[in-house]
């Protein structure tokens, strides 16, 4: 089993940054590919970016492409989202989840196994 815990989330205004960490429990994080999602109010769940297991492999939505940054630390088994130029668009609780059978990037929201409570972002015009 794997915790997720998100933190960094908060109140920012258009063209401010965020960066989003994902703290996970358990010795196996290496091995899984990571992922961040988000979910606006009426809105389905969407994923921004993912991660592969060595970190040698992204993938960004089109809407994020050039704005976030996903990145890993293994060491540290945490997961961060790095949020440039943001947009009120943006706004949406982010997910980090954990794929423990992918090899490489998932981009599938439902084959994600582990999930983190989700944390707040709110970008004001």
């Known amino acids: 089993q794997v915790q997720l815990v998100e933190s960094g989330g908060g109140l920012v205004q258009a063209g401010g940054s965020l960066r989003l960490s994902c703290a996970a429990s358990?010795?196996?994080?290496?091995?899984?590919?990571m992922g961040w999602f988000r979910q606006a109010p009426g809105k389905e769940r969407e994923i921004v970016a993912a991660i592969s297991w060595s970190g040698s492999s992204t993938y960004y939505a089109d809407s994020v492409k050039g704005r976030f940054t996903i990145s890993r630390d293994n060491a540290k088994n945490t997961v961060y989202l790095q949020m440039s130029s943001l947009k009120p668009e943006d706004t949406a609780v982010y997910y980090c989840a954990a794929d423990r059978t992918t090899l490489g990037i998932n981009t599938r929201t439902r084959e994600y196994d582990y999930w983190g409570q989700g944390t707040q972002v709110t970008v004001s015009s």
């Open positions: 358990g010795r196996t994080f290496s091995r899984y590919t």
